[in-house]
Nanobody, 121 residues
Framework: VQLQASGGGLVSPGGSLTLSCTMP????????IGWFRQAPGKGREGVSC???????EYSDSVKGRFTISRDKAKNMVYLQMSDLKPEDTATYYC????????????????WGQGTLVTVSS
């Protein structure tokens, strides 16, 4: 099982970016999906997640600025990021779980390769 994360790039502070996550060949409908990030020299941090029932959760650091959503027709999960700050700079990973959701990485068995987001002027 392999996930693909995409959409990273360079953005100015205050700007917006949308990350995408998909799982080629499998439906994401059965999986809870989490977004995590890892800044240089730091541990991996849970950012947002969505359960198979549509429940969503956000870390305090992104609440009100990031939105997670699913597009079942396209088999995609998105992370819309707005009002980006330099401290949002990190490699962002999507992950999938068949069991439960949450912002703890131990919940997730399947991971994508990561996409780099750089917030800088």
């Amino acid at each position: 099982v392999q996930l693909q994360a995409s959409g990273g790039g360079l953005v100015s502070p205050g700007g917006s970016l949308t990350l995408s996550c998909t799982m080629p060949g499998r439906s994401l409908d059965w999986y809870s999906i989490g977004w995590f990030r890892q800044a240089p020299g730091k541990g991996r941090e849970g950012v947002s997640c969505t359960s198979t029932y549509g429940n969503t959760e956000y870390s305090d650091s992104v609440k009100g600025r990031f939105t997670i959503s699913r597009d079942k027709a396209k088999n995609m999960v998105y992370l819309q990021m707005s009002d980006l700050k330099p401290e949002d700079t990190a490699t962002y990973y999507c992950a999938a779980s068949l069991s439960s959701s949450g912002l703890d990485e131990v919940v997730y068995a399947y991971w994508g390769q990561g996409t780099l987001v750089t917030v800088s002027s």
